[in-house]
C-alpha cells in the first residue's frame, strides 16, 4: 500500500461524508405517477438525452478502438496507430461502465420506490402497469451492462486503472442523476450545495 493509496483512500472517504452531510435528507415518498412525471420533466429529458449521446460516441470509439486491439493480437504486436490511441481506449471500458451503473442506481431507486409502496404501505394498483416493470427491467438491463462493460475493461487492461476511472463516472454519474431526477438541489440551502459539490469533486479526485 503506497502513499498516493493512502491519501487517495483519504479523499476517498473525505468526500463522501462531506457528500452525505450535505445532502438532503427529508423523507419523500413518490408513487408511479410521480416517478413517471419526474421523467418526463425538461431537466430529466435534457439528462437523458445527453447520457445518451455521449454513451453512443463512446460506444461508437470503444467499438473502433477495440476491434484495432484485436487486430493487434492476432499479429502479435501492438500497431503505431493503435500505440497513439491506447491510453484513451484503456479508460473508454470503465466510462461507459461507470455511466450505465449510474443510471442503475437511478432506477434501483425507483423501483424501491415503488416495491415500498408495496412492502411496507399495502399498495399494489402500480404492478397492474407497464411502466413499473419497465423500470425494473431497465434496472436489470443497466446492472448487466455495467458488468459487461466492465469486464471487458479488465479483460484488456490493468485494474489499478480500471477501477478508479469507474468510481469516478459512478459516483459522478450517479449524484448528477439523483440531483436532475429527484430535485435534490432544488431546496437545500447555498451552504449545502457547495458542500455537496466540494464532496464530489474530493471523491472524484481521490
Given at each position: 500500500?503506497?502513499?498516493?493509496?493512502?491519501?487517495?483512500?483519504?479523499?476517498?472517504?473525505?468526500?463522501?461524508?462531506?457528500?452525505?452531510?450535505?445532502?438532503?435528507?427529508?423523507?419523500?415518498?413518490?408513487?408511479?405517477?410521480?416517478?413517471?412525471?419526474?421523467?418526463?420533466?425538461?431537466?430529466?429529458?435534457?439528462?437523458?438525452?445527453?447520457?445518451?449521446?455521449?454513451?453512443?460516441?463512446?460506444?461508437?470509439?470503444?467499438?473502433?478502438?477495440?476491434?484495432?486491439?484485436?487486430?493487434?493480437?492476432?499479429?502479435?504486436?501492438?500497431?503505431?496507430?493503435?500505440?497513439?490511441?491506447?491510453?484513451?481506449?484503456?479508460?473508454?471500458?470503465?466510462?461507459?461502465?461507470?455511466?450505465?451503473?449510474a443510471q442503475s442506481?437511478?432506477?434501483?431507486?425507483?423501483?424501491?420506490?415503488?416495491?415500498?409502496?408495496?412492502?411496507?404501505?399495502?399498495?399494489?394498483?402500480?404492478?397492474?402497469?407497464?411502466?413499473?416493470?419497465?423500470?425494473?427491467?431497465?434496472?436489470?438491463?443497466?446492472?448487466?451492462?455495467?458488468?459487461h462493460w466492465l469486464?471487458?475493461?479488465?479483460?484488456?487492461?490493468?485494474?489499478?486503472?480500471?477501477?478508479?476511472?469507474?468510481?469516478?463516472?459512478l459516483i459522478s454519474?450517479?449524484?448528477?442523476?439523483?440531483?436532475?431526477?429527484?430535485?435534490?438541489?432544488?431546496?437545500?440551502?447555498?451552504?449545502?450545495?457547495?458542500?455537496?459539490?466540494?464532496?464530489?469533486?474530493?471523491?472524484?479526485?481521490?
Open positions: 500500500l503506497g502513499c498516493r493509496d493512502i491519501i487517495g483512500t483519504f479523499f476517498v472517504v473525505a468526500g463522501v461524508v462531506g457528500t452525505a452531510f450535505a445532502a438532503d435528507k427529508s423523507k419523500k415518498e413518490y408513487t408511479l405517477d410521480c416517478l413517471l412525471d419526474l421523467y418526463q420533466r425538461p431537466n430529466m429529458l435534457i439528462y437523458a438525452g445527453g447520457f445518451f449521446g455521449l454513451f453512443v460516441v463512446l460506444y461508437t470509439i470503444q467499438r473502433k478502438l477495440g476491434k484495432m486491439r484485436r487486430r493487434c493480437e492476432e499479429e502479435g504486436e501492438l500497431s503505431p496507430e493503435y500505440v497513439r490511441w491506447m491510453k484513451l481506449h484503456s479508460v473508454l471500458p470503465p466510462t461507459l461502465s461507470g455511466l450505465v451503473g442506481i437511478l432506477f434501483a431507486k425507483c423501483t424501491m420506490e415503488l416495491l415500498k409502496k408495496a412492502f411496507f404501505f399495502q399498495e399494489y394498483e402500480h404492478f397492474e402497469h407497464v411502466a413499473t416493470y419497465a423500470i425494473i427491467l431497465a434496472m436489470f438491463f443497466c446492472v448487466f451492462s455495467q458488468l469486464a471487458v475493461g479488465l479483460h484488456d487492461f490493468d485494474a489499478v486503472l480500471m477501477v478508479p476511472v469507474f468510481q469516478c463516472w454519474g450517479a449524484v448528477l442523476g439523483g440531483a436532475v431526477y429527484f430535485e435534490d438541489f432544488k431546496y437545500l440551502p447555498m451552504q449545502n450545495k457547495l458542500i455537496f459539490a466540494g464532496g464530489v469533486g474530493v471523491t472524484v479526485v481521490g
